[in-house]
């Protein structure tokens, strides 16, 4: 099943392979809470054994957190804990670093401070822009998540809160 809070690519993908999808956009509730509440409910009819977030950019309601967390996996454009928050790149790039990286983290109450599952390094390059450094991080994010929900499918890497 593939969740969006917006048109996404992944929807159409799973359109086109034959996988359930549901919208829950943000911009139609009044809090955090009610939409929080409404994924709960889109999430509870497919009882998934894990929730991955991939490009969502949104804090999630505790709530939520609480109910899925550690089976709640995000990805995150810089080399955790170095650059949290929805700026990494950019926040790497102000910061003059020679490197950054892509991390996969169990989702936990803060922001970019749960259990890392998986991360690699990425060279900050002479002329990078934020958006050509993104795009570098971008393949790497992908591979990495590929590489931890394969784990987590075989039972080579079980999650828990302190992953």
Do not use: C
């Not at 990286?101 to 401070?113: E, F, L, N």
Request: without cysteine.
């Amino acid at each position: 099943m593939v969740g969006a809070d917006r048109d996404a690519d992944g929807l159409a993908h799973a359109e086109e392979f034959g996988i359930p999808s549901f919208t829950v956009p943000w911009h139609l509730h009044e809090s955090r809470e009610t939409w929080g509440e409404e994924v709960s409910a889109q999430l509870a009819v497919w009882k998934p054994d894990l929730v991955v977030l991939s490009g969502l950019m949104r804090l999630l309601p505790p709530a939520l957190v609480a109910e899925y967390s550690p089976r709640l996996i995000n990805t995150h454009p810089a080399y955790l804990p170095e650059f949290p928050g929805a700026h990494g790149v950019r926040d790497a790039l102000a910061a003059g670093a020679s490197q950054t990286g892509a991390s996969v983290i169990v989702v936990d109450d803060g922001v970019d401070t749960g259990p890392i599952l998986a991360q690699e390094r990425v060279p900050i390059v002479e002329g990078d822009t934020e958006h050509s450094l993104h795009e570098r991080i971008k393949p790497v994010e992908r591979r990495l998540l590929i590489d931890v929900v394969r784990r987590i499918a075989t039972g080579e890497l079980e999650l828990s809160a302190a992953s």
